[in-house]
């Protein structure tokens, strides 16, 4: 009995390191979605799955389950900061020292859109409402680029709000002499342009450092930005803002096709109002 309690012994240990190597990856990509990391930007992918990038790195959640992504291949001085979802559920990454990417989801890998950006120093992005070709970056010491063919050229519109852009989107709402409205989060509040590049002005009175900003795509008159981790809601296309009290400092607004608006916080929290206006985790 000791002799056949020894061979199964031995062979467990053999058996077992085989089956935790392939598990592991397994438990590291797959993980409950909670963590206490800030969240520093949030969209939604083609399918309305929440994309969140935190200091940690890049996870999508989908049935309450966080995934990692990969990020893109980058100097370890580059800091990703900003999130984008095209008209046509491409999705984007950005920031200083990395510049502009798209993601394949078909090859699962991404893509640099920086050979025609005079360096990779973007602080904030957005993509069109309606055009899936055009997007736009904004470097700190370079102003405001567009490009109308997906990120192959970039042209240098116009040198954008006097305050450096924070946070940037793109809306669709009525009124612009062309296709839509540009609103920026700058480090004195909400800078808004028609996306002619005619003019940058206040959107109204809001003051102080916007951290984010977001817009309900049904909506388009409803403009939401982050002060100091308060949120602020606009009901008139930036003219005039109030505060709305969320349980915890916010620091990442997104519009999901199921949830409608969702924050991310600085306790690494995501929260959806329900019709009571009280906040809840998405993904409970």
Known sequence: ??????????ALSRVFPVILA????????????????????????????LLV????????????????????????DAKPASLAKGADGSIYLAGPGLGVWRYDGA???WQSLN??????????????????????????????????????????????PEEPVQAFLHSDMPGSMESGWLFAGTTRGVARSMDCFCFWGDAGDLRGTVSAISYDPA?????????EGQLHHSADGGETWISLTVPQDVTALAFSPVQGLVVGTASGD?????ADGKWSPVHD
């Open 1 to 10: 009995m000791s002799a056949i309690v020894y061979h199964l012994k031995s």
């Open 22 to 49: 392939v598990l592991m990856p397994v438990l590291v990509q797959a993980q409950p979605a909670v963590d206490t990391l800030p969240m520093k930007a949030l969209t939604t992918n083609s399918s309305g799955n």
């Open 53 to 76: 990038l935190r200091e940690s790195g890049l996870t999508v959640i989908e049935n309450g389950i966080a995934t990692g992504m990969s990020l893109p291949p980058s100097d370890s």
């Open 107 to 109: 090859g699962e890998r």
């Open 115 to 160: 050979n025609t950006l005079p360096n990779l120093g973007v602080t904030a992005m957005a993509a069109h409402a309606t055009q899936p070709e055009t997007l736009y970056a904004y470097l700190e010491e370079g102003g405001m680029f567009r490009s109308r063919d997906g990120g192959a050229k970039w042209v240098k519109v116009d040198n954008g």
């Open 219 to 227: 909506a388009p008159e409803n403009i939401y930005a982050v002060v």
């Open 270 to 274: 995501l929260l959806a109002p329900s």
